[in-house]
């Protein structure tokens, strides 16, 4: 597995990659000169931000509002796009778009689980950034 910077390597579940090293790769270019300081940035901004869209998520499904659960799910998947884990709440936001609230519901355990993965991954990576 050549070709993964600062140990991305280790960051796959089941052939699956948490995050994708080029899309890493590709935020940190976005400021070469100033190191990884947009890297850094993003990923305190999505490290405090992602848990409440989570707790969002959560109120929506108890609440069983498929508005917010869709704009719940699409959010954290969209700012998990950036770093690459495209996976994540991709099952929920198909789930409220087929109007299933009790699939939704069933997959909010595997997000959150993939999401504390992801989390650890970028805080790893913001360490040797």
Same mark, same amino acid.
Request: glycine share 8%.
């Given at each position: 597995?050549? &070709?993964?910077?600062? &140990?991305?390597?280790?960051?796959?579940?089941?052939?699956?990659?948490?995050?994708?090293?080029?899309?890493?790769?590709?935020?940190?270019?976005?400021?070469?000169?100033? &190191?990884?300081?947009?890297?850094?940035?993003?990923?305190?901004?999505?490290?405090?931000?992602?848990?409440?869209?989570?707790?969002?998520?959560?109120?929506?499904?108890?609440?069983?509002?498929?508005?917010?659960?869709?704009?719940?799910?699409?959010?954290?998947?969209?700012?998990?796009?950036?770093?690459?884990?495209?996976?994540?709440?991709?099952?929920?936001?198909?789930?409220?778009?087929?109007?299933?609230?009790?699939?939704?519901?069933?997959?909010?355990?595997?997000?959150?689980?993939?999401?504390?993965?992801?989390?650890?991954?970028?805080?790893?990576?913001?360490? &040797?950034?």
């Amino acid at each position: 597995m050549s &070709g993964y910077p600062l &140990g991305l390597a280790n960051f796959r579940i089941s052939n699956n990659e948490i995050l994708n090293p080029q899309a890493i790769e590709a935020l940190r270019s976005l400021s070469p000169e100033a &190191g990884s300081t947009i890297l850094h940035e993003l990923i305190a901004i999505y490290l405090e931000d992602t848990p409440k869209q989570l707790v969002e998520l959560q109120e929506a499904l108890a609440r069983q509002d498929m508005v917010r659960v869709i704009r719940a799910a699409h959010t954290i998947k969209g700012s998990s796009g950036n770093f690459g884990a495209v996976k994540l709440a991709q099952e929920i936001e198909a789930h409220g778009k087929a109007d299933d609230l009790a699939a939704a519901a069933a997959a909010l355990g595997g997000v959150t689980e993939h999401y504390a993965l992801v989390a650890a991954a970028l805080k790893q990576i913001d360490q &040797g950034a």
